[in-house]
């Protein structure tokens, strides 16, 4: 991996008449925190973003596990696509849109199951929270003993497993964090393509996807060569191009774009 900030950006994105920027939310434009309830986006952020999603070069989104309404009012702002539940929800162009095919009756009444009996059993066990997505569930760990991340995941493991077993459910896994989600799979690239789709890019087109996450590290692995992808905190095993090391760089690179000069075919 590079670092980002050895580019020089106009030369970068000299040749790209429109920016598709996307961009992961917890732990990439806010702090990694205990609890994603209290992860919010400070002004300076906020105002960036506006910027961009006003600008008519930049396709500006969004993509995170989140529940997508949780997102759109953490973000809270026009003008911006949104994809929830690490693809499974969309917003765009006014109009909520959702992957039914996945989200089946039967794993709706399965996961209501979990969630109660979850929340039993997980009580008590100090700094695991555990979160509502609606079609998703998660359980996070980020501050938890070894101890008790031994003594949850045994938990998890009893509860789900015949959910497992009777293919309804699977969990997935991301940092610090275990959730069950639909059996078949999914990922954060079928929000991307989602809109790289319904607003037509082309070629003289180009894709930045920012992101912090293992859920994150199947777009960086399947995103066109041609287009810029940025892990948060450099690591080895990652498939981005580059790196910047923490979020406030992630600020440095949106306030960059805001300022880059319009696209110009000469």
């Known amino acids: 991996m590079k670092y980002l900030f050895e580019e020089d950006f106009n030369t970068l994105f000299k040749t790209a008449k429109r920016l598709f920027l996307f961009l992961d939310y917890d732990g990439t434009l806010t702090d990694f925190i205990e609890s994603p309830a209290l992860a919010f986006l400070d002004k300076y952020t906020r105002s960036l973003l506006r910027r961009l999603s006003k600008n008519r070069r930049f396709i500006l989104g969004i993509i995170s596990g989140r529940g997508l309404h949780d997102l759109q009012r953490k973000v809270g702002l026009k003008g911006v696509l949104y994809s929830g539940s690490h693809g499974l929800e969309f917003y765009a162009r006014g109009k909520d849109h959702r992957r039914e095919s996945q989200i089946t009756k039967r794993y709706l009444i399965a996961l209501e199951d979990i969630k109660k009996t979850l929340g039993e059993q997980l009580k008590g066990i100090d700094h695991v929270v555990l979160e509502d997505k609606e079609i998703l569930f998660a359980i996070h760990y980020r501050l938890a003993s070894v101890q008790n991340i031994i003594r949850l995941k045994k938990i998890c493991q009893r509860v789900v497993s015949p959910y497992v077993r009777a293919k309804i459910v699977r969990i997935g896994t991301g ?63 990652s498939k981005a191009r580059y790196f910047v090391h923490n979020q406030f760089e992630v600020q440095q690179f949106l306030s960059a774009l805001s300022v880059l000069r319009p696209f110009s075919s000469s």
Do not use: C, N, W
């Not at 964090?177 to 690239?189: A, C, I, N």
């Open 175 to 237: 940092r610090r964090m275990l959730e069950v989600r639909p059996r078949r799979q999914f990922s954060k690239f079928d929000a991307v393509h989602f809109f790289e789709k319904i607003y037509k890019k082309k070629k003289d087109d180009l894709t930045i996807y920012i992101g912090d996450d293992v859920t994150d590290e199947d777009i960086f692995r399947r995103m066109h060569k041609r287009d810029i992808s940025v892990r948060v905190e450099k690591t080895q095993k």
